[in-house]
């Protein structure tokens, strides 16, 4: 069963550690005390490496000011979302951008409250990677993923400075398991494409 607890597992198997746990949360020993330590940070980069169908959000944003710069180079200032861990593009017409449709320009920024997208867009809509915490609606190969991402960072502290080279044959099946994961999500995508016209279908 899909699990923290049972990815924090995986990395003890992956670095030949004996040790189990029954709740990785609750575990007061040194290898879970490692893995907590990596795990919001791993998960987060993880989680940015890529468009996941499953942690993507489509919203409206918040507007703090028009013309934010006194009308130079930016008409729009919005606040950056709350549970936004990467923007990834400004939506034009619910379309994601292509080689057709180029991105609308953006911006990252701040105030004194917090972050902020600026963009000539008015009515914005972003789309946006969220922070995910439950494992259970990631894939099998994105779980794999992070479990090897975590166990090339606890190595050195659990396997004496991983002079076995436990931590670097991790890294490299991460970044096997990456691409398989992000393969398998684009497989699952479907995008329409516009018809020729019946005089070049015909050609």
Not at 39 to 54: C, Y
Not at 80 to 104: E, F, H
Request: proline share 3%.
């Amino acid at each position: 069963m899909a699990s923290k607890t049972a990815i924090a597992n995986q990395v003890m198997f992956h670095l030949k550690n004996s040790k189990t746990f029954t709740n990785v949360d609750t575990d007061t020993s040194i290898q879970a005390t490692a893995v907590l330590a990596f795990w919001d940070d791993t998960l987060q980069e993880l989680l940015r490496e890529f468009d996941w169908p499953f942690a993507k959000v489509i919203d409206d944003l918040a507007l703090v000011e028009e013309d934010p710069n006194d009308g130079v180079e930016w008409g729009f200032s919005y606040r950056w979302p709350s549970n936004c861990l990467k923007a990834r593009y400004i939506v034009d017409g619910n379309m994601q951008p292509s080689a057709q449709t180029p991105r609308i320009s953006f911006e990252i920024g701040a105030d004194t409250t917090g972050r902020l997208i600026l963009t000539n867009e008015e009515d914005a809509v972003l789309c946006y990677t969220k922070n995910v915490t439950d494992v259970t609606v990631m894939s099998t190969r994105f779980r794999n993923a992070l479990g090897y991402k975590l166990a090339n960072k606890v190595a050195p502290t659990l396997c004496g400075e991983d002079r076995g080279g436990l931590g670097m044959r991790a890294l490299q099946n991460y970044h096997l398991e990456l691409s398989a994961a992000k393969a398998e999500y684009l497989n699952e995508r479907r995008r329409d494409t516009p018809r020729e016209s019946e005089f070049i279908e015909g050609r």
